[in-house]
């Protein structure tokens, strides 16, 4: 069985940056699609970036030129590279695993941005 184990989140300055890192253990990690998403209070959980299995990238578009999604399969984890934070990106960020159909999500990391 699949678990993934998020952290690196924080509190942090308007413009400063930080790296948040998911590990998986268990499951074929090398075959998944991984994501990162957002969920602030009362609202639905938002895809932030997503790295296929084949290493192909998608942001959306407020964190564009901003964020960075990684990852390294011989040690099963995913980052998520954030520069210039902005009050905006406050949020619990989950990580997500996505292989044959099948979801999994981590336990969030709370990223607080302070203006």
């Known amino acids: 069985q699949v678990q993934l184990q998020a952290s690196g989140g924080g509190l942090v300055q308007a413009g400063g940056c930080l790296r948040l890192?998911?590990?998986?253990?268990?499951?074929?990690?090398?075959?998944?699609?991984m994501g990162w998403y957002r969920q602030d209070p009362g609202k639905q959980r938002e895809l932030v970036a997503k790295?296929?299995?084949?290493?192909?990238?998608d942001y959306t578009d407020s964190v564009k030129g901003r964020f960075t999604i990684s990852r390294d399969n011989a040690k099963k984890t995913v980052y998520l590279q954030m520069n210039s934070l902005e009050p905006e990106d406050t949020g619990v960020y989950y990580c997500?695993?996505?292989?044959?159909?099948?979801?999994?999500w981590g336990k969030g990391t709370l990223v607080t941005v302070s203006s």
């Open positions: 890192s998911c590990a998986a253990s268990g499951g074929i990690f090398s075959r998944a699609d």
């Open positions: 790295v296929s299995a084949g290493g192909s990238t």
């Open positions: 997500n695993e996505k292989l044959y159909g099948v979801d999994v």
